[in-house]
């Protein structure tokens, strides 16, 4: 039989193996859900891929932020229990890369509107981490119909390049790395915040091992960096202002260090939206997901009590 231990010369990635460490990790029931790998025609040749959990429809979706993928999530799921649906934005895990090399949050929305009306329609809240949560404005902007509450994981528009200076440098970083031992080295040191046994999961689902024995990043790193095509960020703040007025939005803030939003960033947000309600998790930094994912459950559940 293969071997599911990324050092190990007969190495076989199965995606789901892993499921069972998330939830001892974390103290949750060790009876996991079903969970099956779906995708969704985008009607243009590409497919976005994702993750189907439990045996109903969708009632979250989930939308990962740069350089991730549909597992960034798979503890929050398992803390929660209920049916969801976790996506691959293009250029990320097992969906499609765009040609045009054009990762901006509109594009994206418009591509993700396709899964969730496919997949997900019914679902009472989107959820979307730092470029999953600029998407997921965009979303509920250019096709309300799919929203019907929103978090936004540590993002808002006010988000610069220099304000998350230190993921740009990771994921921008060196693309392959002659050992899994390597990879995890840079991922802990720019990571301090999460586990290592949660970063070397992030890592199985997030690089491939080449025949070499060497490891790549899996994401389309084109078009990344100066590299990118142009894009107007501050039209971010547009798409926020287009969010129908009913919609309940929350925000949840890192309270350590790599949390990327500033109190400039929460004082425009709540001008803008003043309902929008304000959740700092302390031990958290950007990735709340990965610092902190029974509290990220706890918020969503909070979250799915307002009344749209």
Known sequence: MASTDPTADDFVYDELAYLHENASE???????????????DLGDGRELSGLLWGSGPPEIVFVHGTAQNAHTWDTVVLALGRPSLALDLP???HSSWRDDRAYDPRNLADDVAV????LA????AIVGMSLGGLVVMSLAARHSALVRRL??????PGVTRDK???IHEFIEGPPDFPAFADILQRTVEYNPTRSVSSLRRGIIHNAQREPDGSWRWRYDRRGRGTDAPPFDRAVMWDDLDAIAAGVPLLLARGGAEGSVVDDADVTELQRRRPETQVVVVEGAGHSIQGDRPLE???????????DP
């Open 91 to 93: 250029g990320h895990g």
């Open 164 to 166: 998350a200076k230190h």
């Open 115 to 118: 899964a969730v009306s496919l």
């Open 151 to 156: 978090l936004l994981v540590d993002v808002t």
């Open 26 to 40: 974390h103290g949750l029931p060790a009876d996991l859900p079903p969970v099956t790998r779906t995708t969704a």
């Open 121 to 124: 329609p019914g679902a009472e």
């Open 296 to 306: 990220l459950a706890a918020i969503i559940e909070q979250l799915l009590s307002l």
